[in-house]
Structures are given as structure tokens and as C-alpha cells.
């Protein structure tokens, strides 16, 4: 459990806030129950059929950036993601997270691709910085463009044959002819225009709010990626006369010295603190294995 005093301490803090910015990472979804993106389990095992014995990889991740994988059996893979990212619940951190953030002036900024936001928050106030998977881009990329891709998901993982989708079928560049290619953080990530409308939402939000009462609230943030969450809050908590930062990661709830005096951090369960923030029963809640969860070196 968090100590009451912290519990009483962030209670406080959003209340009084004029606004709110969210950072959310792969802890928050890892705590609402989706941690085959890094660990082997039944969800990941229907993802990757197998493929996972057949290149000895054993998450999501692994298998995604797995450079002996062919193309079509890719495509399996990230059709069957795809399609699971559409199909699967809505993880209860993010309803808790919602009822939390109810009335208030806030905005969220993260670095998950999984759209889990977006089932509990209106899109015009979630910013995806690593970008999401429900969208295609041209993978060179030759053109400025991204693409909804529910229907064809739903459509092409029924042509899967045996964990691979056969080439006739791979999605195509309408211009180029080259593959399409997952709108999500990799070495052609297409940053634009789309990209640029959603970061423009976030950074005027910043901008309007830099001389409020703001509170940085940052979840399941790890080591990784630091520089799209992490440090930039750091740096505005820093700068900002009237910010406050508050962490909340069961390994990485770190914070610097220099803000150390607007800072909380609370090296707990995210999926606990919200349950306690909200003064609901924590009893139904999963016991936290803190040593069985995934490598720290790759959270992000
Ligand atoms: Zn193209």
C-alpha cells in the first residue's frame, strides 16, 4: 500500500490544479494486464503462433524487431496485434485513471501505441508521441500521409496461412508500391503533418499553461525512452515557477535533486495508487510481483 500521507499529498495536488498534464507509459498498460509486449503469455503466444519457437522469441517486442523474420510472416504478426489492439478490453488504470481526471483541465501526452487512451479519453486530448497503431504509412516513407486501418486489419488477418500472410496480399503504397508499414516509432516513422497536428495540441497546452498551478503526473514512465516524457517534464518542473512532478513507477520513481521540493514520487503499483487516490478497495487487485515483472532495462 501508499503511505497515506503521499496518498493525501497528490489528492491534494489535483485538486488544487489549474490543469493537469498526463505522461503515460508502458507501465500503465502493463498494469491493467497487457505484458506480453514483453513477457511470453497466452495473448502472445495467439500473436505469434510459431513464429515464437521458430526464432526463439519470446515477446512481442523481440519478435517485432526480429531481423530473420520474412515480410509476410511480419505482416501475421502485426495483422494479429493489429487486430487484437482493436478487439481486446479497456484496462481498468485507464477507467480509474478517467473518473480521476473528471472536470479537470488536463491533457495527455504518451509514448504507448496500444490506443488504450482513446478508449476512455476524447482524442482531441491525448497526443501520441511514438504514434499508433491503428494507422498505416508508406514505410520509405514517399508520401505525407497516414491511414485508418481497421477494415483492412479485420479483412487481411482472415488470409493468414500457417503464421504467415502470403505476399499477394501485404498492404501496398498507393503511390510508390513499396510495403506499408505499422505508424509507430521505428527508423522511417513518418513525422508529418499528422505527427505535427497531434504535438501542436500538446505543446499549446504546455504553452498556455506554464505560468499556472500545474501538475506533471507521470505514469509508468521507465529508462528507455526518457527523452519524450520523463526529462521534458523534469526540465519544465524545473523551470516553471508554480509546477509540480509527480512519479509514479514501482522501479524507476526517480527524481533530481534540483526539484526535489516539487516533487513526489511514489515507487509503487500504479494500478494500487489509483484504486487508493480514488478510495476504492484494493483487495481484488492482483498481488504486485515486483520481481517477475519485465526487465527494467526495457521499459519505456
Ligand atoms: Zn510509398
Given at each position: 500500500?501508499?503511505?497515506?500521507?503521499?496518498?493525501?499529498?497528490?489528492?491534494?495536488?489535483?485538486?488544487?490544479?489549474?490543469?493537469?498534464?498526463?505522461?503515460?507509459?508502458?507501465?500503465?498498460?502493463?498494469?491493467?494486464?497487457?505484458?506480453?509486449?514483453?513477457?511470453?503469455?497466452?495473448?502472445?503466444?495467439?500473436?505469434?503462433?510459431?513464429?515464437?519457437?521458430?526464432?526463439?522469441?519470446?515477446?512481442?517486442?523481440?519478435?517485432?524487431?526480429?531481423?530473420?523474420?520474412?515480410?509476410?510472416?511480419?505482416?501475421?504478426?502485426?495483422?494479429?496485434?493489429?487486430?487484437y489492439i482493436y478487439d481486446c478490453y479497456t484496462g481498468e488504470n485507464y477507467k480509474d485513471l478517467a473518473e480521476l481526471l473528471e472536470g479537470k483541465n488536463y491533457y495527455i501526452a504518451t509514448t504507448n501505441q496500444d490506443t488504450q487512451f482513446y478508449r476512455v479519453f476524447p482524442a482531441d486530448k491525448v497526443t501520441p508521441i511514438q504514434g499508433d497503431w491503428r494507422y498505416w504509412q508508406c514505410d520509405e516513407p514517399c508520401h505525407d500521409k497516414v491511414y485508418y486501418n481497421k477494415e483492412k486489419?479485420?479483412?487481411?488477418?482472415?488470409?493468414?496461412?500457417?503464421?504467415?500472410?502470403?505476399?499477394?496480399?501485404?498492404?501496398?503504397?498507393?503511390?510508390?508500391?513499396?510495403?506499408?508499414?505499422?505508424?509507430?516509432?521505428?527508423?522511417?516513422?513518418?513525422?508529418?503533418?499528422?505527427?505535427?497536428?497531434?504535438?501542436?495540441?500538446?505543446?499549446?497546452?504546455?504553452?498556455?499553461?506554464?505560468?499556472?498551478?500545474?501538475?506533471?503526473?507521470?505514469?509508468?514512465?521507465?529508462?528507455?525512452?526518457?527523452?519524450?516524457?520523463?526529462?521534458p517534464f523534469m526540465n519544465m518542473v524545473y523551470q516553471w515557477p508554480n509546477a509540480f512532478y509527480v512519479t509514479i513507477n514501482p522501479q524507476h520513481a526517480y527524481i533530481p535533486k534540483e526539484i526535489a521540493k516539487k516533487s513526489l514520487a511514489i515507487e509503487e503499483d500504479i494500478a494500487l495508487t489509483l484504486k487508493q487516490l480514488l478510495g476504492k478497495p484494493t483487495d481484488k487487485l492482483e498481488p504486485f510481483d515486483r520481481k517477475n515483472i519485465f526487465n527494467p532495462s526495457r521499459v519505456y
Open positions: 500500500m501508499v503511505a497515506q500521507e503521499k496518498i493525501d499529498l497528490l489528492r491534494r495536488k489535483i485538486e488544487e490544479a489549474d490543469a493537469i498534464v498526463v505522461g503515460g507509459a508502458s507501465g500503465m498498460s502493463a498494469a491493467s494486464g497487457f505484458k506480453f509486449y514483453y513477457q511470453d503469455d497466452e495473448v502472445y503466444r495467439m500473436i505469434a503462433g510459431s513464429l515464437a519457437d521458430k526464432y526463439k522469441v519470446y515477446n512481442f517486442f523481440d519478435a517485432f524487431y526480429c531481423p530473420k523474420m520474412t515480410s509476410g510472416e511480419k505482416w501475421a504478426l502485426m495483422l494479429r496485434l493489429n487486430k486489419v479485420f479483412e487481411l488477418v482472415n488470409y493468414i496461412e500457417n503464421d504467415r500472410l502470403p505476399n499477394k496480399f501485404i498492404p501496398r503504397c498507393p503511390h510508390c508500391g513499396g510495403e506499408m508499414a505499422p505508424w509507430v516509432r521505428s527508423y522511417t516513422f513518418l513525422q508529418g503533418s499528422f505527427y505535427r497536428k497531434e504535438l501542436k495540441r500538446y505543446t499549446d497546452f504546455l504553452q498556455k499553461n506554464s505560468r499556472k498551478k500545474t501538475l506533471f503526473l507521470e505514469l509508468g514512465v521507465g529508462m528507455m525512452t526518457p527523452m519524450f516524457i520523463k526529462e
